[in-house]
């Protein structure tokens, strides 16, 4: 005890081997102590690191207690321990979060499967069978709290706690560091201490105490939830009976790595030895491009076909680089991930996981990465070779002051140690755009098709190129189907209708439309694009795409394959308006429209749009692949880059005159998954009345002709295209002699 009796005011992780809190301050205190409470914003599974020099000492004393509150919404950063619990949006939303998944959560963090069966992989690691024994034992409690002040505010961001001996002394302490390792170690944090053996400190001890006890037991500030007895009752008749012991014969001292070992560390990449049950090995067109990349100093564009494989290529790339030559030590990367969308960053965060690498999540509350970051940028300076930072960003978040000066900081002292990727790369090839994004030595775009002018002319893609460089590589959907990387697909157009006074609003939209005019590229300009979006509104919404397509669903050969089915509904939004709040009604009304349609012609459906959490997504992902579910019904998504694998039958009733959109909703469509031989879309096509003209009706014609040039029954779509020209005069040469030369094909 005498080490506890001088224990300092205050401590601080700095550079040195013992120069930390855990070694200095909790060790100690681990030690001797009887019970410990704590309060923080963030509980991972790995301070058992720090505890573990003293584990044996805990579990064998049955009356040493360890108590844990921390936010409801900070656990899910540990992979772990919480990994299913995710952002909520409302605090009442992240209530009904907890309490609906409380018992997924934790069962499938200790070692249960889906189908609540036990996990192996789990049960065997000694790690995983500690944890079980200590919360079967109430050795380890672990609270979640509910912050009730305010609410602009979700996080209960409290870093307290106390040590009480067996002697009826007390230790507090206040200070910023979370209860994990990198919090006891590795982060620059610090811990102020007050000890009942100093008089001085009496009052402030009591304080804390105090203190923590009322946010433990729940107060008007703060609620408190704890583990369902059904889930506690689960982890103790699984845990062990007796206190785990490893199988090796090491101190321990030396169980700090208390994990079972990889053969890296984490962040030093690991090339996957097989992706979704199969042998990984790169394709054809994937090695093709990364050697390119090489060849070009390390810059350029991929331009694969959406579902190809593109972000596994960019992450082999960026894997190889990190190794260095053979023979070599390899080197270190700060890889820079800018995602448009949080769905399609989840994914990338997912994607990284496979190679070993572990993304700071750059989206979301500042609270949640900005620390994180900012000691990683501290710490790289430190780091050898091969090992890679990877940093996964949201446009919104990219251009935020906080991010900006984190990357200021890393370009001034990394530069030349930084790989920017881009996903969706298109996004930029507009005037300017490219000279908002990072000047680092090692680039790479990605897209299925990233240029908007066909000579790839415009100012905005020739900006494009300047920043990135040229095609590394192109691979396009048709070489895809005939290599087998995407599905084979029939493509059936289905003719609708406006009515006259739909048609009379076409009309009067497009006049205002040509009044417009274009920029200097030929496209059109501001004020033509707001129009634009006017009329696919329309478009998207008229009365007789619903009634055809009621009928349609309601065929027999359509019922007896009812699973496994998009619905794709379109909210008429462009990439003008794409976070246009006014649109969230529209897109609400088509959702119920389809979903009393799917409903009522027996589908058991989800919705799948962007307002669904990470976990809500992949509870949708799991049911339709389990066919708990018939069908999903989204909007945007597909064109946001999630996948939803398994896809055999689409209905598209979005229409877009965005080349680039349905290309990409093709593509996720057509993507491979087990037992999938073959797709099939059926695309809403709008025509005016029969004998007038909309100047639109040109853009279907070309997305007929995109999507079926490839479909392996092309007659349907050519007979399509043909009742277009014999019935609608089509005032653009251009467009003509296109549809009639795929006539002719």
């Not at 190809?308 to 820079?336: D, F, H, N, V, W």
């Not at 050519?718 to 002719?744: C, G, Q, R, W």
């Given at each position: ?628 579910l018939d069908a999903v019904i989204a909007i945007r998504v597909l064109d946001e880059g999630i996948d939803i694998p398994g896809i055999t039958t689409a209905f598209i009733l979005a229409s877009t005159a965005n080349r680039r959109q349905f ?83």
């Amino acid at each position: 005890m005498e080490e506890i009796k001088n224990l300092d005011i205050k401590y601080r992780n700095q550079v040195g081997d013992n120069n930390n809190i855990a070694e200095q301050f909790l060790k100690p205190c681990l030690k001797h102590f009887s019970k410990w409470r704590r309060c923080t914003l963030g509980f991972s599974s790995s301070a058992l690191k720090t505890w573990a020099g003293n584990l044996k000492n805990i579990v064998e004393h049955k009356d040493k207690t360890i108590e844990i509150i921390c936010d409801i919404n900070s656990p899910n950063d540990d992979y772990h321990l919480m990994q299913a619990l995710e952002h909520c949006s409302t605090k009442e939303k992240r209530i009904e979060t907890l309490l609906k998944y409380q018992e997924d959560i934790i069962l499938t963090a200790f070692g249960a499967d889906k189908a609540g069966g036990d996990s192996p992989e789990f049960k065997k690691k000694y790690g995983w069978r500690l944890l079980h024994y200590l919360i079967a034992n109430e050795q380890l409690v672990i609270k979640f709290a509910i912050n009730l002040i305010s609410e602009r505010s979700n996080i209960y961001h409290e870093k307290a706690g106390y040590f009480v001996f067996p002697d009826g002394s007390k230790v507090a302490h206040e200070g910023s560091f979370n209860e994990s390792d990198s919090g006891h170690r590795w982060n620059i944090e610090s811990v102020s201490v007050f000890s009942s053996f100093r008089e001085s400190d009496a009052e402030r001890v009591q304080r804390t105490i105090d203190d923590v006890n009322e946010d433990w037991s729940g107060s008007p500030s703060v609620e408190t939830r704890t583990l369902s007895k059904k889930t506690l009752d689960y982890i103790k008749s699984n845990a062990p009976k007796k206190a785990p012991q490893r199988e090796s014969k090491r101190s321990e001292d030396d169980q700090q790595d208390f994990f079972e070992k990889k053969s890296n560390p984490l962040n030093v990449p690991i090339i996957p030895k097989e992706l979704g049950g199969n042998p990984f090995e790169m394709r054809e067109h994937q090695e093709n491009a990364y050697k390119e990349w090489i060849q070009k100093g390390g810059k350029g564009i991929l331009w694969h076909a959406t579902g190809s494989g593109k972000t596994i290529t960019s992450l082999y790339t960026l894997s190889r680089l990190a190794e260095g030559p053979r023979g070599g030590k390899g080197q270190k990367i700060i890889a820079i991930m800018q995602i448009p969308t949080t769905p399609l960053a989840d994914q990338w965060v997912d994607e990284l996981e496979k190679f070993n690498l572990r993304a700071i999540k750059c989206y979301g509350s500042r609270d949640k990465w900005f620390n994180d970051l900012t000691n990683e940028i501290n710490f790289f300076k430190q780091r050898e070779g091969p090992y890679i930072l990877p940093i996964v960003v949201l446009d919104k978040t990219y251009s935020l002051e906080p991010f900006q000066e984190c990357l200021n900081q890393m370009l001034t002292q990394f530069k030349q140690n930084i790989f920017y990727i881009c996903d969706e790369c298109h996004r930029f090839a507009s005037k300017g755009k490219t000279k908002k994004l990072p000047d680092t030595p090692f680039k790479m775009g990605l897209s299925g098709s990233p240029f908007y002018s066909e000579n790839q002319d415009s100012i905005g893609d020739i900006e494009l190129i300047n920043y990135f460089g040229k095609v590394i590589d192109k691979y396009e959907i048709k070489e895809a189907l005939a290599d087998g990387v995407l599905t084979p697909y029939d493509y059936h157009p289905i003719k609708t209708y406006l009515n006259e006074d739909e048609y009379d609003e076409i009309k009067e939209i497009e006049k205002k439309i040509a009044q417009a005019g274009t920029d200097e590229d030929d496209q059109l300009n501001m004020a033509g694009l707001i129009k634009a979006g006017e009329r696919n509104r329309v478009i998207s919404t008229i009365k007789d795409k619903f009634r055809v397509f009621e009928k349609l669903i309601n065929k027999d050969e359509i019922t007896k394959n009812r699973s496994k089915t998009l619905f794709f509904v379109g909210d008429g939004s462009t990439e003008l308006d794409y976070d246009d709040e006014n649109l969230a009604d529209l897109s609400l009304r088509m959702l119920d429209k389809v979903k009393k349609i799917t409903n009522k012609a027996g589908y058991h459906s989800a919705q799948f749009t962007c307002d669904e959490n990470i976990k809500e997504r992949r509870k949708i992902i799991s049911d339709f692949s389990q066919d708990v579910l018939d069908a999903v019904i989204a909007i945007r998504v597909l064109d946001e880059g999630i996948d939803i694998p398994g896809i055999t039958t689409a209905f598209i009733l979005a229409s877009t005159a965005n080349r680039r959109q349905f290309v990409q909703r093709r593509g996720r469509i057509l993507r491979k998954a087990p037992g999938k031989k073959k797709s099939v879309i059926y695309d809403f096509i709008v025509l005016p009345p029969k004998n007038k003209n909309c100047s639109y009706l040109r853009r279907e014609i070309i997305r007929i002709i995109e999507m079926g040039d490839d479909c392996t029954n092309k007659n349907e779509a050519k007979e399509m295209v043909k009742y277009i020209l014999d019935n609608y005069v089509i005032d653009h040469p251009e467009t003509s002699a296109i549809a009639s030369s795929f006539i002719e094909s």
